[in-house]
């Protein structure tokens, strides 16, 4: 048994003398017996990050109280005999609290079977002869109506859950804070948003469907754990309009699918994305995909019926100049600050700036970095070119970015 938690060891003389004592730190507590000795004593283990070597306290007819008042908050103390100490457990999985005072009620109560001073405690708690099981913790949750919801909130020890066909219009809190959740499914309702918190859950796959959200990722997910952890997402059939360029920073991303919404275009950093292998965005009104895709090499594609022009683009028509003659005073401190990259401390870089790089488009035959004063030439493109299996037709459109009309015409002579 093994508990992850704060904890405190406090000395109840001490605590009458008023002197000061260490606070709390975050490390374990574990109860077992020695695996290769002869030694039949059972132990109470607590490690925690501030002690080198983990304390060892015996538990057998050595536990004098044990406080689990606040139990259900994950919090409770261990009054030791000897020595006389307080273990004072605080920040648990109340769950796994739970299972390890079922443990000790039955250290309580070993040896003669008559029961040991321990508070209130154990009055509800089976002990090690009685018939009922041990309950199992809880990994995994399917919620299809309303009744079905628990009535004492969410197992800390969730794994994998389900919220179907419920009509959920938000996303509960009790939810985020699920720090063992690995799977959430919570498609066919009416989400419009989700909370910028939930960017902090630790999801492996992540199932958004048949919701009516408009605009993905929320903001304050970039600087979440979903970003390194998040493998699969699923957004199809949304009403989804735009896919912001933060969803790039999703670096573990392996499979994506974005099928069945409103969206125009792609992010045009989307190659960020280097660990993406399936790619779904059918059913969309994309005309021209980023350049950067040109450079990926996928294991499936679908951007089957989207809005793709049917013959080659025309250079000479399809040639847009997306902004003035002029550069912006943003472009003008962009060009300057990777000019002199080297030059400043990264302290020194303004927040905005920096993000104003970081998302900006190479020229497709200079290299240089491209702001919002640049050239797109649409071309055609074959999808097995970057990929082993396409469904639908493989002729689609390629927006090449340039720096200027120079770069441009140079590409149309390499043609």
């Known amino acids: ?94 769950n796994d609290l739970k299972n390890l005072l079922i443990i000790l009620r039955t250290l309580v109560t070993s040896g003669n079977g008559k029961r040991q001073e321990s508070g209130s405690l154990c009055e509800n708690i089976p002990l090690l ?13 399917v919620v299809t109506s309303r009744k079905e919801f628990p009535s004492k909130g969410f197992p800390t020890s969730l794994e994998h ?3 179907n066909t419920v009509g959920l ?10 720090s063992a959740l690995k799977t959430l499914n919570l498609s066919h309702n009416q989400l419009e948003t989700l909370p910028c918190e939930s960017g902090n859950l630790s999801l492996s796959s992540l199932d958004l469907s048949n919701n009516l959200l408009s605009e993905f990722p929320p903001i304050g997910w970039v600087s979440g754990n979903l970003t390194s952890t998040l493998r699969t997402l699923v957004l199809n059939n949304n009403k989804l309009t735009r896919l912001t360029n933060s969803l790039c920073e999703f670096r573990n991303l392996h499979t994506l699918d974005v099928s069945g919404n409103l969206l125009d ?11 993406l292998k399936r790619l779904t965005a059918s059913g969309n009104k994309i005309a021209c995909l980023p350049q950067c895709l ?17 013959g080659s683009p025309t250079p000479s028509n399809s ?18 600050l990777i000019k002199h990259w080297t030059l400043l401390p990264s302290q020194c870089l303004p927040q905005v700036l920096g993000e104003y790089i970081r998302f900006s488009v190479p020229c497709h035959v200079c290299r240089k970095s491209c ?26 459109s390629v927006s090449f970015v340039f720096c200027s009309h120079l770069c441009a015409t140079k590409f149309r002579g390499r043609r």
């Open 161 to 163: 859950l389900h919220i």
């Open 294 to 310: 040109s450079t990926m090499w996928l294991q499936f594609v679908d951007f089957s019926r989207n809005i793709f022009p049917t």
């Open 319 to 336: 040639e847009v100049s997306l902004s003035s003659e002029c550069d912006s005073l943003l472009d003008l401190s962009a060009r300057a």
């Open 371 to 396: 702001f919002f004063r640049r050239v797109c030439q649409p071309s055609s493109f074959d999808l097995r070119r970057i990929s082993d299996t396409v469904y639908g037709d493989t002729n689609t």
């Open 129 to 141: 002869g009685d018939s009922r099981p041990l309950a199992k913790l809880q990994k995994r949750l």
């Open 265 to 275: 275009s792609l992010p045009s950093n989307i190659n960020r994305l280097s660990s």
């Open 1 to 94: 048994m093994r508990l992850n938690c704060d904890i405190r060891i406090v000395n109840p003389l001490l605590s009458n003398q008023n002197i000061p004592q260490k606070r709390s730190a975050h490390g374990c507590v574990s109860v077992g017996k020695h695996s290769t000795s002869g030694d039949s004593n059972t132990y109470i283990i607590v490690s925690t990050a501030q002690a080198k070597q983990p304390a060892k306290y015996k538990a057998n007819s050595n536990i004098a109280r044990v406080f689990k008042r606040f139990a259900d908050e994950g919090k409770c103390t261990i009054r030791l005999r000897e020595p006389q100490l307080d273990i004072c457990l605080s920040r648990c999985a109340a």
């Open 169 to 178: 219009r938000r996303l509960d809190t009790s939810i985020v804070r699920l």
